[in-house]
């Protein structure tokens, strides 16, 4: 029976569950470290301990637990995991935390939550002497990690970290730009509105290809309002007349502040007006059952 730790106590594997709530489930807002134990003894120790703080400095959550105490709770684990006499005793340790469980599923940090620690322990065998006797294959590839921003994916640290940052200003959302264009939201998709056209970046790998976005596109189409799928410049975007943030839970958001300064003349603008109808209109066509 493998014993693990969870929120102070120590229990058996099977028993350890947290909150479907729980943030690293909900958007992968947590961290972790790996920690090899020889012969019982923990590894550079120290080391881990410092990555894992600076860990946590980088996605704003405070360590939960003292150097001392960790070092007490992983030497606890490893001795309940202690294999019988005999063998080597050599263990790879795992411990997580996470910014916890919040009543609802909101992006940015909530309020007064516990963080989640967890801390397991397994054997750690040597490495493969066929490996280690030979040598290994490797291949090279381009190294495209946190570049699906297509896929809907449950990794969302990043998001998370961009629309705290833009709470903390006072701000409903971030815009996000990569090499001097708009990409998209933390959490919705982009419209600019210049000269009566209405403008949204094209899909790609870097945004989420909103659902919202699509029938925004297809409503302003059919009210024939010139559109157009383009890459917008950031230098656009502070000149823009309008700009709408789209997504299934915030519909279509009027942003009329961008950075402290005034979108447009500082209201809200026609082509959201005329926009925001034909949104509302449809969502009571779906109300009653006579559109999706
Ligand atoms: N997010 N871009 C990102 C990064 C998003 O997370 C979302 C939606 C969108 C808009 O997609 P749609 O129109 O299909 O909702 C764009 C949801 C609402 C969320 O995570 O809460």
Known sequence: ?????????????????????????????????????????LFRLHEHLNRLKNSLDGIRLANPLSDSEWETILNEVLESNRPLAGTNNDQSVYLQVTRGSAEKRDHSFPEAVRPTVFVMSAPLPDPDPALTDCGAAAVTLDDTRWQHCNI???????????????????????????????????????????????????????????????????????????????????????????????????????????????????????????????????KAAVRQGKAQ
């Open 1 to 41: 029976m493998t014993t693990v730790y969870l929120n102070g106590t120590f229990l058996p594997v099977e028993n350890a569950c947290i909150s479907v709530m729980d943030r690293g489930f909900l958007f992968g807002d947590g961290v972790y470290e790996v920690i090899p134990a020889y012969g019982g003894n």
């Open 152 to 282: 809907k994916a449950v990794t969302l640290l990043p998001n998370v970290l961009l629309r705290q940052q833009a709470k903390d200003q006072n701000a409903a959302e971030a815009i996000l730009i990569r090499d001097h264009r708009v990409i998209e939201g933390s959490a919705s998709n982009v419209f600019v509105i210049k000269d009566g056209n209405v403008l949204t970046p094209p899909k790609s790998q870097q945004m989420l290809p909103g659902i919202t976005r699509d029938l925004v596109l297809k409503l302003a189409r059919q009210a024939e309002l010139p559109c157009k799928e383009t890459d917008i410049e950031e230098a656009l975007l502070r000149t823009a007349d309008e700009i709408w943030l789209t997504s299934s839970t915030r519909e279509v958001m009027p942003v009329t502040r961008l950075d402290g300064n005034r979108v447009g003349d500082g209201s809200l603008g026609p082509v959201w007006k005329t926009i925001i109808a034909l949104y509302r209109d449809y």
